[in-house]
């Protein structure tokens, strides 16, 4: 539109015959330039360019450094260059790297759609570890991945059997309620167990004996509600709380909790006023359909709640802990608390650990023989090498959010492949917890036995191992020594 409403404003504001002359050669030459210039648009939408990024890629040639997004040297782990015989870990996201598929020469480009991201965040699936082999199902799952519900002050979201295929004995759920803010009165034909991930919440249940019980939690905190007990959870504090559930059965769904208000919108009002020994009128603004979290009013003291009456009973169950309250042992690599049934008694059906790695450092190479590993990623970055037997291994990178599931006996460690400790929880449905080292197992049997078994071919490695493995202690977080 420039073109050609440039020229004429010109026209109009000359008038003499020499000046109109000269205003129409130069109207001829700018429609040709136009028309030049639009057959050249028509040519470089039609013919790729010969010097594009894709065309050289296709024709084999290297990108030019303007095109390429970080430098590129002998050094970096993602190039055809590169070679690395021990698969030490990459921190693609720390390092602001982008994966690509080679490997000690192998591989190539990618010229499709590349989800730069997603890549980043999954190194370990870009450019798996030369160890890895099989074809074992995922292992991971991101809560970023799951649906979301939405509510008045809250939100709620799940990883189960459904979103995450191998999590088949364990089910979770990320909660969070605003100040004030009520997961109502409920109870699940599953047990529920729950770490407090930030802020504050009061719980209250009924046992099965008819004592009540009340406690306010705050971040590190547990609790565990076994199967049928009544129970219901409200935000306090400024910001209220969120948290993460678990269930001891993978096909769970919050859809299916049993909901007072739900039970009584599909209760006659006849027999509601049997039960509660009132007219029938009283009931006539129940809530139609079930509130399930809703905006509650602020509570007070646990003192100033607390039921009162001569039927009215506490509790002698206890059915909080405060795990990070916990003396930890610390080893070589980081911290551990264990919480099963033997210091947290009324937990029957879940067990779990709360570990921290130092940057470098390794969760040992283990296996557990009584259940299934649920595990869930607080913070850091880390890699995750699952060995299934039959020469079937595959490698997953996780970051905060995240769910992980080892199945029992399988071989695994953790590595913390960034520069903060990595905060995760180790989660079964089982009564303790269990697990067995392999550093150990090796140190504890007789020496020339595994002497035969890993080194009969080499004398000077096989000394080197049998000292290192020499009265072995249990050391779950392990600093270890880099590879060279």
Request: proline content about 7%; aromatic content about 10%.
């Amino acid at each position: 539109m420039a073109s050609v409403s440039g020229p004429k404003s010109i026209s109009r504001s000359v008038s003499s015959p020499l000046s109109r002359s000269s205003t129409q050669t130069t109207l001829s030459k700018m429609r040709f330039t136009g028309s030049l210039l639009a057959l050249g648009i028509a040519l470089v939408s039609a013919v790729p360019l010969q010097d594009s990024p894709r065309q050289r890629l296709l024709d084999g040639k290297p990108l030019p450094s303007k095109y390429r997004t970080r430098s590129v040297s002998v050094t970096d782990p993602y190039t055809p260059s590169y070679r690395d015989p021990y698969d030490t870990a990459v921190d693609s996201v720390g390092e602001g790297l982008d994966p690509l598929p080679f490997r000690n020469g192998k591989g190539a480009s990618v010229l499709g759609p590349w989800n730069k991201d997603r890549s980043r965040q999954n190194p370990d699936l870009v450019r798996p570890p030369s160890t890895d082999h099989g074809n074992l199902p995922s292992l991971r799952w991101s809560f970023a991945d799951s649906h979301i519900r939405i509510e008045e002050g809250g939100w709620t979201r799940q990883t189960t059997v459904r979103e995450l295929p191998t999590s088949v004995e364990l089910a979770g759920v990320n909660m969070r309620l605003e100040k004030g803010v009520i997961r109502e009165l409920h109870w699940h034909k599953e047990a529920e167990w729950a770490y407090v991930l930030e802020g504050k919440v009061r719980v209250t249940a009924l046992d099965y004996e008819g004592g009540n019980f009340i406690d306010d939690l705050e971040k590190g905190d547990l609790w565990y509600f076994p199967s049928g007990i009544p129970h219901s959870l409200q935000g306090l504090g400024d910001n209220g709380t969120e948290f993460l559930l678990i269930f001891d059965d993978g096909s769970f769904s919050e859809e299916s909790t049993f909901l007072v208000t739900d039970w009584l919108a599909h209760t006659p009002k006849s027999v509601i006023s049997k039960n509660f020994h009132l007219a029938p009128e009283v009931f006539a603004h129940l809530p139609e359909k079930e509130k399930y979290i809703f905006q509650g009013s602020q509570p007070g003291s646990i003192d100033q709640e607390r039921p009162e009456g001569s039927n009215v009973k506490k509790s002698k169950y206890q059915f909080t802990h405060k795990m990070l309250a916990q003396d930890p042992k610390v080893t070589s690599g980081g911290q551990v608390r264990i919480t099963d049934s033997k210091n947290f008694p009324v937990s029957k059906t879940v067990a779990a650990a709360h570990v921290i790695i130092e940057p470098g450092a390794l969760r040992e190479m283990h296996w557990h023989p009584n259940a299934d590993e649920w595990s869930y990623f607080i913070s850091g970055r880390a890699r995750v090498t699952v060995f299934a037997a039959e020469g079937n291994a595959r490698t997953f990178n996780y970051l905060p959010g995240d769910v992980g599931i080892v199945p029992r006996n399988m071989g695994h460690f953790v590595e913390n492949i960034g520069d903060e400790p990595l905060v995760m929880l180790e989660i079964f449905r089982a009564d303790e917890f269990r697990d067995i080292s392999l550093f150990q197992w090796l140190g504890e049997t007789p020496q020339r036995q595994v002497a035969d078994t890993l080194f009969s071919d080499d004398e000077e490695a096989r000394q080197k191992f049998l000292d290192a493995i020499k009265n072995p202690k249990k050391d779950e977080v392990t600093q270890g020594t880099e590879a060279q």
